[in-house]
């Protein structure tokens, strides 16, 4: 059952220019909810490096949408997350809903504090999006007809941002989603290659899948000056986290919403016809 909407305080999406973000903004938008985003270019700005941007933006704010830039599993994340949710609990916010990273232990550290805070909490816990090659990271490669990365054989549940996006509404707008974790997957398990293969067929043009080691692949990113930050981010995804660890399928999607979670074939379809892969 859907709460009464409240006109009186707004719902604070963090990250939301970005991809769950600005899909759940524009959900809660859509729905009535008058919604604040949290970002650095906003009327109010919202920085996680900047600990002074914090109290504005949770003034007259009921709930929070958390998603940490660059993730999770980086060094700060935890203590920034600590502190974001003593300030939000001292300005009396009534519901987080976390974005979370599947098979991160670092992110599970997060997670806890989030639990502890005292305020109603859900997390929403994913990995890949199917939108990482078409909105992000990996779209450039897809363009220029191949996708390197140091991965093998180990399949991926990957998951539509959509997906994210209306499971994380459902937590901020309705009853009985509270103290629930969501770990959501796409409905099969693809690998890499398979995941180049599909685009390549949707997209109707010649895209190869190539494998290195993980030496190699940190120094394509070192000679095409990404920052250290990210690298270590990446390494640590593709090495640790890929491990197998999150190749099985959970039904949270279903379990949340009462529906399928989308098929990655349904994304390629509609994203080939919207041209970006031209």
Partial sequence: MQSSKNTEKKILVLGGTGKTGSRVADRLSK??????????????????DDISTWKPALQNIRSVYITFQPDLAVPNAPGCIASFSR??????????????????????????????????????????????????????????????????????PFIDADDIADVAVAALTQDGHSGEIYEITGPHLLTFKEVIQEIATAAGKNIVYKQVSAEEYTALLVSGQV????????????????DGRNSYIVNDVERALGRKATDFSSYTRKTAASGIWN
């Fill in 31 to 48: 729905l009535g909810y008058p919604v604040s985003i949290g970002s650095r270019t906003a009327d109010i700005p919202f920085d996680w």
């Fill in 87 to 156: 300030m939000a609990a001292e300005n009396g916010i009534e519901k987080l809903v976390l974005l979370s990273g599947r098979g991160e232990e670092e992110a599970r550290h997060c997670e806890q504090i989030v639990i502890n805070s005292g305020i109603a909490w859900t997390i929403v816990r994913a990995s890949w999006f199917f939108q990482n090659f078409s909105e992000s990271y990996f779209l450039t490669d897809v363009l220029s007809g191949q996708v390197t990365l140091p991965v093998g054989d180990i399949p991926e």
């Fill in 227 to 242: 920052p250290q930050e990210y690298i270590a981010l990446l390494s640590y995804l593709f090495t640790e986290v890929m």
